[in-house]
């Protein structure tokens, strides 16, 4: 069973510039959208409730803003929006569906003011606390999305410059380093090993994205029952040129 993230900076904008086109070459069982910035019923026909799929949606109360949903081609059971308690900006959900449990996951970004930083830090120390259950399940447990932090300077092409930059900052980094430390598992920089890369978002400035010169941000993360069975994690830069400024991240997973 394939599975994907995607960060689509606006769903409405994103179909219309070929994410029906990259589900088709990737063939993906189960999608997680971030950034959908829209209620189901502002989406255009018939993507409020596509044909094929099961859908789930989190959107935030505030229209035109962050978002999240899980699109999947088995039923969807719905088992928690939001780290434990309200969730206006629509950041999270966890679902099982096709013999899985899956969190969608949009971690705020801290770059435009202070204020959204410490909201930011507010929800990585709840986070932690958050996740420890769902890393101890029997069952397989994969949480992905964009969580706006690059873990290492392998996963930062300007490193040196943006150390004091939200997303780089010295806590984000050892917060990701302590997920890990718990047991999460990434799947990405674990097949990528020691080399650079490979990024998952890329500034509009310049041609960062045509040179690739980007951020890894956009995550999955697996407890140890998901990561016996997973395999082939790719980042799908080439399929996601002019849909978002992320790209899709997959993983397989084998499910009996």
């Known amino acids: 069973m394939r599975l994907m993230t995607w960060n689509v900076n606006g769903l409405r904008s994103a179909l219309k510039k ?36 099961h859908v789930v949606w989190n959107p935030a109360e505030k229209p035109g803003y962050s978002g999240t949903a899980i699109w999947s081609r088995s039923p ?14 629509g950041r999270v959900i966890v679902a099982r569906t096709g013999g899985v449990v899956v969190g969608c996951l949009y971690l705020p970004s801290g770059s435009s003011s202070e204020a959204r930083q410490t909201v930011k830090d507010r929800m990585l120390d709840e986070f932690t606390a958050w996740a420890e259950p769902w890393r101890k ?27 004091k930059t939200s997303g780089f900052l010295p806590h984000e980094r050892a917060w990701f380093a302590d997920l890990l430390q718990r047991g999460w598992y990434d799947p990405v920089r674990e097949q990528a090993g020691e080399r650079d890369g490979p990024y998952t978002w890329w500034s509009n400035r310049g041609q960062a994205r045509a ?11 697996l407890n140890e029952a998901a990561k016996c069975r997973c395999s082939r994690p790719n980042v799908h830069r ?6 978002s400024d992320h790209a899709p991240v997959t993983i397989d997973l084998e499910i009996s």
Not at 138 to 153: Q, R, Y
């Open 238 to 243: 080439e399929h996601s040129l002019g849909v």
């Open 211 to 221: 040179l690739d010169r980007g951020w890894r941000i956009d995550h999955w993360l």
């Open 18 to 53: 070929g994410l029906p086109e990259v589900l088709q070459k990737t063939r993906p069982q189960v999608v997680l959208l971030q950034e959908v910035r829209a209620f189901p019923e502002d989406l255009p026909a018939p993507w409020a409730d596509p044909p094929r799929w």
């Open 76 to 89: 969807i059971e719905v088992l928690e929006r939001g780290l434990g308690g309200p969730d206006q900006e």
């Open 137 to 163: 399940k029997s069952e397989p447990v994969c949480l992905a999305g964009d969580f706006n932090v690059a873990p290492t300077e392998r996963d930062i092409y300007h490193w040196k410059s943006n150390q």
